[in-house]
């Protein structure tokens, strides 16, 4: 017998839930509180089975205490734009949200136009435009759509100057490695601690050194532009297996390489550019002339890059059993 675990739900105008609770084999109880940990507790047995109890699978939990810590930070921490100064900080993934040692960015709204990003060595600078955690956009796609969107939470000036004093996990510095004697670019990054780590063809990040001359990019994004723009044309394209070319469409740095985060699945009809077809939940396969069209800066996607029939049936099951999980949980919290 394996672990159970419950969520109570709140009041309908409370957009998080009161607890989620998780029952060992033996009985013992845990809950998920408000005080934003796990502790000992005895909630089944106080609500008794009352309908705002709802058995729910190991996988929604996650996503469910992140919800919590989120709605309740908010309520602590937030105030009205224009009143004061809110403080943010972002994690990669929902997982790290327990920990605020694992943000990866902060910033503070003071709420009169002012936004400041917290950058090493240990600065306040003001940005410009939209603030978010850096080389992703995950946090524009909502978060039941993507099991990756990253996440952001309200923080107390004390929890913000401790983490300035400590410094965070800050995004590392992007440089591409000069053409060899091969024609070759290489994106590359340096951490603060001055680790380097180049991206490899198979799209790995691997442990390098490099002393040589370096190329300066204005962002991670824009080192990874370069790079797959040289991997669409050096890539062995996949064969023709059943009269179609078959490709992916990723649209930020760290999504490149895995379907699951791949923003269309595309496919062209005897490999003719000017026929393409994308691959849609609702629709399946249906042509779609706009989705492989290119601004010149790129903006909505950087990379497409061929791949086998096989992947991309991996591709459709993927998105099917995810939007068949995220339906099922929204059918639970809603009845």
Known sequence: MSLRYFVVRAEESQRYPI???RVSPDGTEEAFTHALEWGPSNLLAQLNGEPTVIEIAADDVEQLVVDIIVGVRAERYEVPYGEGTNIYVWFARPSDVLDLDKACAMYRDHGNGKRERFLPPGVWSTVWGPVGVPESYYYMVRQWRNPRSTVRVAISAEEA???A???IAWTP???VVPADDTNTWRSAREYADGRMEVLTEDLCWEPFEWHGKREDVGSARDAMILHLRILERTR?????EDGYDYSVLFEDFEQVGDLMLA???V???DGDPETPQEWTLSRGWRGNFWVRHRMDAREWYDAELPITKAEADEYVRLHTEWDALSARVY???GN
């Open 19 to 21: 607890a989620v609770v």
């Open 161 to 163: 100057d401790r983490l």
């Open 165 to 167: 004093s400590r410094g």
């Open 173 to 175: 510095t992007p440089f």
């Open 236 to 240: 062995p394209v996949p064969p023709r």
């Open 263 to 265: 923003r269309n699945l």
């Open 267 to 269: 496919r062209l009809p």
């Open 331 to 333: 059918r639970r919290l």
